[in-house]
Nanobody
Framework: QVQLAESGGGLVQAGGSLRLSCAAS????????MGWFRQAPGKEREFVAA????????YYADSVNGRFTISRDNAKNTVHLQMTSLKAEDTAVYYC?????????????????WGQGTQVAVSS
């Protein structure tokens, strides 16, 4: 069983930056690919970024590629999402996710665990 807890959300002006963190419980963190998803009001949850268990492979949605960076620290059981050049359309609840295969996490079919979410609001 893996428990995920997100933090770092908040209100930021357009063009600003924010760093989300996700702390995971358990001793097998490095065996899980990790991902970030988001859900805006009235919209479906969508993939944002993912990283393999070793951290050697990363994946991004086209909408955030070049602006967001996903990273992980396996020694601290944490994954981060550095968000820069934020836009109003980035406003959403951001969820941390864990699964055994990064590619399946990207497609959301291989997510075994979800966090509770953290709110990000970008004012224009």
């Amino acid at each position: 069983q893996v428990q995920l807890a997100e933090s770092g959300g908040g209100l930021v002006q357009a063009g600003g930056s924010l760093r989300l963190s996700c702390a995971a419980s358990g001793r097998t963190f490095s065996s899980y690919a990790m991902g970030w998803f988001r859900q805006a009001p009235g919209k479906e949850r969508e993939f944002v970024a993912a990283i393999s268990g070793s951290g050697g492979s990363t994946y991004y949605a086209d909408s955030v590629n070049g602006r967001f960076t996903i990273s992980r620290d396996n020694a601290k059981n944490t994954v981060h999402l550095q968000m820069t050049s934020l836009k109003a359309e980035d406003t959403a609840v951001y969820y941390c996710a864990a699964g055994k295969e990064a590619v399946r996490v990207v497609m959301a079919v291989g997510v075994d665990y979800w966090g509770q979410g953290t709110q990000v609001a970008v004012s224009s």
